[in-house]
C-alpha cells in the first residue's frame, strides 16, 4: 500500500491553524513507521525543470571514499554511479545500479556481478568492470594519500576478479552478513581506472562520473550545480534538467522554502522550523518524518592524557543526563531518542530495560553523576578543564549538543570551552586526532552492525574510529558477529560489543535523531528513508509542471 505523503494544511483560523498542523505532523510519523509509504507519489514522471534545493554547507574536498558527511553526499551523488543502490521506497531492500544482476555462493564468499553494458563517463570513456575494481581497490586498500574512511567495512575481502569487460568477481576470506549492503553504499563512487591510475588522489578535486547528472561549477560560498547527462545508461532518466545546491544555513533554508526559492533540504529540519513554515506555506509544502540512522556521539582523544584513562572517559560519558536531554533539545534541534550503538527501534537495537544498566545511560543520574566524581578522584584527576571541538557552520544539531554537554560536565565540576570549526577544519581534526574530546558525527546509510560498529574498532583497522583507540577484544567481537549466521548469536556478540564500548567509552552515543523533511509539494518521486544518504541520485525525481 502506498499513499501521499502528508500535505502541509491551508491557512486558516489561528487555532485551526495549530490544530491542523499537529495533525499534519502525527499523520507523518504514522505513516512513516510503515514500510514503503512514505513519499510516494500518484502522478507520472514528467520531464524538464531545474531542482533547487539547500545544502547548509560545502564540501571539505570532493572524494566520496574519504568523506562523512552529507555535505558532500547531497551535492555529489548525482554525479557517481555505485555498484548496487538502496530502493528507498521499499527499504532496506537493495536493487542494482551499474549491475544489471549478481549472484552470491552457497557459502556467501563469491559475489559475481554482471554490469550493464554501454555505461559511459561523463567525457566519453566506456566503463567496464576494470574502473569497480580500481575503486574497490581503493576503498579496501587505499593507496598512499588517500583515505579510505569505511576500509575496516570491507576487510572480508580478499580479491576482486575481472574475467571480462562486464564481470567482477569480488571473493571473501569469510561470510559477512552485511555484504550486499556495503555494496549499496552510496559512498562507493566508482571512478574511472584510467584516471586514478594517472592520479589516486584525482576524485578529491576532480569530478568524472557516469551518473545521471554532469558536473557544471561548484561557485565556492554560492552553489553547485548539475545537468542531465543525455548518455545516461537508464533509458529516460533522468527526468529533471539539472539541479542546483545553494550553499544556505538551516534558518535560510526555512525562509528559502517559504517563499519557493528552493523546493527542498534532504538532511532535516526541527520541529519548530516545520511548524513555521506549515504556518507560513500551507498546502504548498510536503512533511515527511521518520526515525534517523544518525546520532551524535562524543568521542576522547585515547591517545592524550587524561583521556588514555577509561576512567576519566567514562565520569565525563557518566555526568550526562541523556534522558533529560531529549526533553530540553526535541523541539529546538532533531536530537530525541535515547540509544546504544544501534538504532533504537531497530531489529539489533538494546531494549531500554538492558540500556539503562549500562554506563552512561541509567535514569538516575544523581547516582551516575556521583560515580563520575569517584572515578575522576580514582584516577587522580582534579580542576579538570575541557576543550570539546565541535561543527560551526552546521548549526543545528551541533551547536545545542556541544552546549549541553558543557553544562551536563559542569554538574560534576568540569570546566569545558567549546571550539567550534569550519566542516572541513572540524573534520580534519577528527581524522588527525587534533582534539581533546569532540562531538562526532556517528551516520551510516543502513542498520547493521558490521556498518554501524566499524567506528568503534582499533584505529589501525578503522579510520573513522576518531578516538584513536585500540581495543582488540572489540575487534574480535566485530569480526564474530559479522560472520554470524544465527540472528540470535549475533545479537549477543553485539550486545558484548556495545556494553564493552560504552564502559571503555573511548566513544560514546549521545543522542539520536529524528528526520524531517520538507519539501514542495510539486517535488516528486523522492522517498524518505532512516538515512540521509541513500535516495540522493535524483535520478527517479521530478517536478510536476
Known sequence: MKNEPTRAPAD?????????????ATCC????????????????????????????????NYDCHANFSFVLMHVVAPHYSTLLKFDTANYPQVAGDLADSWNVSPDRR???????????????????SADVKASYDRIVHPPEGVLSVRQADYAAITSIETPDPLTVVFHLQWPDAAMLANFASPWNCIY????????????????????????????????????????????GKPYLDGYRTEFISE???????????????????????????????????????????????????????????????????????????????????????????????????????????MPGFSRDI???????????????????????????DVPVPYGPAGEFVLAQWREIGVRGTHELLSTKEWQAALEKGKFAAAIDLAADYFDDPTINLARYVSRDLSPSNHAGSTDRFLDALYIGQAISTDTRERMKIVRDFERHAVTEASTVPLLWWNRLVVSSAKFKGWNISPSQYIGQDLSDVWIEQ
Open 110 to 128: 563469491t559475489y559475481t556481478f554482471k554490469l550493464h553494458p554501454n555505461v559511459l563517463f561523463h567525457d566519453g570513456s566506456k566503463l567496464t
Open 192 to 235: 574511472s581506472a584510467a584516471k586514478l591510475a594517472e592520479d589516486p588522489t584525482f576524485p578529491k578535486t576532480h569530478i568524472l562520473g557516469t551518473g545521471p547528472f554532469v558536473f557544471v561549477e561548484h561557485v565556492k560560498g554560492d552553489h553547485w550545480s548539475g545537468k542531465r547527462w543525455d548518455k545516461y545508461f537508464q533509458q
Open 251 to 357: 534558518t535560510a533554508a526555512v525562509k528559502a522554502m517559504e517563499s519557493g526559492r528552493i523546493m527542498a533540504q534532504f538532511r532535516s529540519f526541527t520541529p519548530s522550523e516545520r511548524d513555521e513554515m506549515v504556518e507560513m506555506a500551507g498546502n504548498r509544502l510536503e512533511v515527511r518524518e521518520g526515525p534517523w540512522t544518525s546520532y551524535v556521539a562524543l568521542a576522547f582523544n585515547t591517545t592524550q592524557p587524561p583521556f588514555n584513562d577509561a576512567r576519566v572517559r567514562r565520569a565525563l560519558s557518566l555526568a550526562i543526563d541523556r534522558w533529560g536531554g531529549t526533553e530540553a533539545l526535541a523541539n529546538t534541534t532533531f536530537l530525541k531518542y535515547v540509544g546504544g550503538l544501534m538504532r533504537p527501534g531497530s531489529a539489533m537495537a538494546t531494549p531500554e530495560a538492558e540500556l539503562v544498566t
Open 12 to 24: 486558516g483560523p489561528a487555532e485551526r491553524r495549530w490544530m491542523r498542523r499537529r495533525l499534519a
Open 29 to 60: 510519523a504514522v505513516l512513516l513507521a510503515l514500510p514503503g509509504i512514505a513519499g510516494a507519489a500518484s502522478s507520472s514522471p514528467q520531464r524538464g525543470g531545474t531542482l533547487p534545493f539547500a545544502v547548509d554547507a560545502e564540501p571539505p
Open 366 to 392: 544523581a547516582a551516575s553523576r556521583a560515580e563520575a566524581k569517584r572515578l575522576l578522584a580514582e584516577a587522580g584527576v582534579t580542576n579538570l578543564e575541557v576543550t570539546l571541538t565541535n561543527r560551526k
